[in-house]
Nanobody, 115 residues
Framework: QVQLVESGGGLVQPGGSLRLSCAPS????????MGWYRQAPGKEREMVAT???????QYTSSVKGRFTISRDVAKNTVYLQMNNLKPEETAVYYC?????????WGKGTLVTVSS
């Protein structure tokens, strides 16, 4: 069973930065794509950023220019660098991976943006 483990969430002030990490139990290159999703209280889960095995990235429009998804081959980890965070981006952030037509999810890490 493939597992995805997120870390890096926490409390940050508006305008601050956080870096989330996702460490899968399988090689990151065994996934067709990996990404970050978030779910705010009372809202549906939404895609934040994705990266394909070939390195193509996609971002939801509201985070373009502020968030960056990246991969570290040596550490077998996918990151989400989040800058200039806004209070409305308070949410549980989930790591997701698609591998052999199966969808895998981490348990999520809470990001709270508040002064």
């Amino acid at each position: 069973q493939v597992q995805l483990v997120e870390s890096g969430g926490g409390l940050v002030q508006p305008g601050g930065s956080l870096r989330l990490s996702c460490a899968p139990s399988a090689s990151i290159f065994s996934f067709d794509s990996m990404g970050w999703y978030r779910q705010a209280p009372g809202k549906e889960r939404e895609m934040v950023a994705t990266v394909t095995v070939l390195g193509s990235t996609q971002y939801t429009s509201s985070v373009k220019g502020r968030f960056t998804i990246s991969r570290d081959v040596a550490k077998n980890t996918v990151y989400l660098q989040m800058n200039n965070l806004k209070p409305e981006e308070t949410a549980v952030y989930y790591c997701q991976g698609i591998r052999n037509d199966m969808d895998y999810w981490g348990k999520g890490t809470l990001v709270t943006v508040s002064s």
